[in-house]
């Protein structure tokens, strides 16, 4: 590789806080709200015009239930989100039949509006590029917006940006994949619109699928056996050049709350590699999925009834990524700790979404546990979000410490928003005691949690 040398130069210092997320996405957001309304001064830097990430920028608005029985909602600001959702016309709640589904754009409202609310500060179009420590402590970063190169000072920071960038930028090891280094596949997301959707169910009904129901649920479950009933179309069409076999590899869809005649697409799905966040694969993936998204669009209008007036009305600016870089925290959840309905004294998140591995080697034979219905549910511990060797710095989402079998189970967003929550109290604790992010008992954080309204 060659190099070239920067000049060292000052920095705007753009000011100093409490806490300091970097990424404000589906835990980031949460991490926000919970770390404002423990009275800190808080500020959130996100890349993009707006707050949710995958949720929002990426447009995965199926929010995948956890599975736990009576207990649908996985914290208390999880559930407060939903419930405001429901109350705008633009959310159906875990306790519904569509499981958490919302509208994207509405949730960018949302959560502007709760993390302000809470007394946050954020800081939009704004990019970390670099992370200034002291011995084992965090003590600035650097970020680049549009007022050029500054830097933040700040007494805690958590880690929400997806890949671990925060512990990156800090040269700390990382993991990403499977054994082989491979990561998950990725997506990107679109939706349609004017969409007769009553007609579309009826058709997919005469082809034998069952259990299809008309608004405001639609789902078509994705391509994975010879047996789905849209199979013979897709494969003719490829025969014939309209479709690609790539478009055939995943499908499905999702209706939208308060928007009766639009579906979200779940694809296409655009394979992987070994760092997929590489800058120039994921430039490579936004101009394939688009191509593949048009060649789709095309297909639906055409051959599949409903979609005769429909028209693409949205492409994800982010592609849909599962997994990449993951932190070495204090501990490290593993698959074993998943299927065997692992219970942990600082948990401070609960589900019992399986393992879900869309490219990649399981690398192991696993076997759920039999355990009674009341405990089929296994937890995160706080010690999987303390990021070893730095005193000062969280991590939450899909960049939490994990082996690659449990992050596949842990990375939907109810857990990933449960982290967050636990991170700004955390944040509380420790600033309180004065102490590094370790020396925070992970109990203390779950009961906090309890005291707000989380079933954990």
Not at 118 to 140: F, P
Not at 365 to 390: A, F, K, N, W
Request: charged share 25%; glycine share 10%; with cysteine.
């Amino acid at each position: 590789m060659q190099y070239i040398t920067l000049e060292e130069k000052k920095v705007l210092l753009y000011g100093s806080y409490d806490v300091i997320i970097v990424g404000g996405g589906t835990a980031g957001a949460v991490a926000a709200i919970s770390s404002g309304r423990e009275g800190l001064k808080t500020l959130v830097v996100e890349q993009f015009g707006s707050l949710g990430g995958s949720q929002t920028v990426g447009l995965v608005n199926p929010m995948m239930h956890n599975k736990i029985e009576g207990n649908p909602y996985s914290s208390s600001i999880d559930e407060e989100i939903c419930e405001r959702m429901i109350q705008i016309g633009y959310g159906s709640g875990h306790g519904g039949p569509n499981k958490g589904w919302f509208d994207s754009q509405m949730l960018k409202v949302v959560l502007e509006e709760m993390v302000i609310e809470a007394g946050c500060d954020i800081l939009y179009h704004t990019s970390l590029i670099d992370v200034l420590k002291e011995e084992e402590k965090i003590k600035a970063i650097i970020i680049h917006n549009k007022d050029g190169i500054s830097a933040v000072k700040g007494s805690y920071f958590i880690d929400c940006t997806g890949d671990g960038d925060v512990a990156y930028y800090l040269g700390l090891p990382l993991e990403s994949g499977d054994k082989n280094g491979m990561n998950q596949a990725l997506s990107l997301r679109f939706q349609m619109t004017n969409i007769d959707c009553d007609r579309f169910g009826e058709y997919l009904e005469s082809l034998g699928q069952e259990g299809t129901t008309r608004q405001p649920l639609l789902h078509t479950a994705a391509v994975r056996g010879k047996d789905w009933v849209l199979n013979p179309l897709f494969e003719e069409k490829i025969e014939q050049g309209v479709l690609e076999p790539q478009d055939l590899k995943y499908f499905q869809i999702f209706s939208v709350p308060g928007k009766p005649r639009d579906l979200a697409f779940n694809c296409p799905e655009l394979g992987a590699k070994k760092n997929i966040v590489d800058a120039t694969f994921l430039t490579q993936k936004q101009i394939e999925g688009k191509k593949a998204i048009m060649r789709l669009a095309s297909f639906l209008q055409k051959y599949v009834p409903g979609f005769e007036e429909a028209y693409i009305s949205d492409i994800a600016p982010m592609l849909g990524i599962r997994e990449s870089r993951r932190v070495i925290a204090e501990y490290r959840l593993t698959g074993k700790d998943i299927v065997s309905y692992a219970k942990f004294e600082d948990g401070i998140a609960r589900s019992n979404y399986p393992i879900d591995i869309h490219n990649g080697d399981q690398e192991e034979d696993l076997e759920y546990s039999e355990v009674g219905l009341s405990e089929q549910y296994y937890e995160i511990p706080y010690r999987s979000l303390v990021v070893d060797g730095i005193d000062n710095l969280l991590a939450a989402g899909r960049c939490t410490g994990s082996d690659f079998i449990a992050q596949s189970a842990i990375r939907i967003q109810q857990v990933c928003r449960a982290m967050g929550e636990a991170t700004g109290i955390a944040a509380a604790y420790a600033l309180e005691k004065k102490i590094p992010f370790r020396q925070v008992e992970g109990k203390e954080v779950r009961a906090r949690m309890r005291e707000r309204g989380g079933e954990i």
